[in-house]
């Protein structure tokens, strides 16, 4: 199955930069990861906020750059965006389980924008994450309701955006928020919503107050899950899905964080 392509806008010239990137001709910086080494180019890298910054205090005729805190396959698919605009999800060789989604690391390419400085790739990145959730969303047949599977791979990129700072990763939280609540009906029949959101006690802050809950109403949603496990009665309480299950989401619900 061909790697699943997202929609990006390009820029003029991007076909130039991209050969340049694949050959890695007239370089004249060296950008180190973890051992793997890319030769690159400083002209193009200054579209780049951060690397931009250290540049103007490097001296000397080639510049050598050190990168460690991020995984080599990371930094490649920053550094393709930088020189095409592009995320090229396949770079990212999630486990050899390409073209799934992997909400985790969609995460960490979120954080890195933040670490860089660089909101043009944390707004592509939103909108990449924002196809991916319709995708799953309309994946499942009509009336259907998630699989713990789907919570579990959604979650991982909520458990990222919440154990980092709100202050830049609102953008991000928000798209998770506005997932949940639009499809809140039919993520609540899986018991284990419940049970897996308790250890992310601020995204369940978030997502009362997204759904205009109070805590005995949020209690009382999760009762009537319990309910229904058991056979016993079903959704005795007021209904809890004010956002209901409308397919689709929209780029977060506001918020938006710094770079």
Known sequence: MPAQKYPVVR????????SLWDTGEFSDVKVICQGEQMSLHRAILCRCPWFKENFEILTGSRYEIKLDRF??????????FIYTTEIQHQRLQLSGLIPRFDHGTFATLYEMGSYFKFPKFKDALIDMGTTSLNQLASSRLSGDRFKKSQIDEILAGVKK????SMYKQAALRSLYVAFFTQHY?????VRYFYQ??????VFTKDMKESLGLSDEEWDNAKGDVKCDAK????????DASKGGSKDGVSKGGGSKDSS
């Open 71 to 80: 995984p080599p396959d990371l930094i490649r698919c920053l550094v393709f």
């Open 185 to 189: 009906s039919k993520v609540r029949e």
């Open 231 to 238: 056979g016993g009665k079903k959704n005795g309480k007021k």
């Open 11 to 18: 820029e003029e010239g991007d076909g130039l930069n991209g």
């Open 161 to 164: 955006a919440y154990a980092g």
């Open 196 to 201: 897996a959101i308790d250890p992310i006690p």
